[in-house]
């Protein structure tokens, strides 16, 4: 019940294409719903996140789509670039709490 | 702003020795999680710290201790190391506990 699925585990996508990864957890208590990018050699960075009172969040090229009822979110990159390949990873915790269970991870390429 | 630093970058240990890694939060920061990412597990949670207190664990054997300062440093010790503890091992920071948490680039720790 812990676990939060991600998919794909690889994606290609050419420049200016959009980039949707997809994420699902079945842990009702999980309140808090981050993206975390990593790139080779790097921490993770958070890119964006969202609470289930909302159904989307914008930021730049970035978007959380949210659906409390399918326990599902998903990560839209638009007009993607080069720069934006790397290893993006959802995750999510409970209500004020600090741990993070994170999906198992998606190798975006974006080529030029 | 300094990020979350941690040392060392890489360490090299051999099976039954012990290893102490170091983490500084963000300034300000009082809540640290650690995590280890390899992989054939991803990024799995060890233990939250807060107060110098450890406020929640991950399910990792005792092998996997820390301790937090009162300049909210922490450290993150593995005794009697094994072969499948090499991975890269994270330490997050956020203000209070719970999100967001901001991660440092990590310990690579490679056991021979």
Not at chain 1, 41 to 63: C, M, N, Q, W, Y
Not at chain 2, 7 to 29: A, E, F, M, N, W
Not at chain 2, 85 to 111: E, K, N
Request: hydrophobic share 30%; with cysteine.
């Amino acid at each position: 019940q812990q676990q939060v699925k991600q998919s794909p585990q690889s994606l290609i996508v050419q420049k200016g294409g959009i980039s949707i990864i997809n994420c699902a957890y079945e842990n009702t208590a999980f309140d808090y719903f981050p993206w975390y990018q990593q790139f080779p050699g790097k921490g993770p960075a958070l890119l964006i996140a969202i609470r289930p009172d909302v159904s989307e969040k914008k930021e730049g090229r970035f978007t959380i789509s949210f659906n409390k009822s399918a326990k599902q979110f998903s990560l839209h990159i638009m007009d993607s670039q080069p720069g934006d390949s790397a290893t993006y990873f959802c995750a999510a915790s409970p209500e004020g709490g600090s741990r993070l269970t994170f999906g198992e991870g998606t190798q975006l390429t974006v080529n030029p | 702003k300094a990020g979350v630093t941690q040392t060392p970058r890489y360490l090299i240990k051999t099976r039954g020795q012990q290893v102490t890694l170091s983490c500084s939060p963000i300034s300000g920061h009082r809540s640290v999680s650690w995590y280890q990412q390899t992989p054939g597990q991803g990024l799995q949670f060890l233990f939250e710290y807060f107060s110098e207190t450890q406020r929640n664990k991950g399910n990792f054997p005792g092998r996997f201790s820390g301790r937090q300062f009162s300049n909210s440093r922490s450290e993150m010790n593995v005794s009697t190391l094994e072969l499948g503890d090499s991975a890269l091992y994270l330490c997050a920071s956020s203000w209070v506990g719970g999100q967001p948490q901001h991660f440092g680039d990590g310990t690579r720790l490679s056991i021979l």
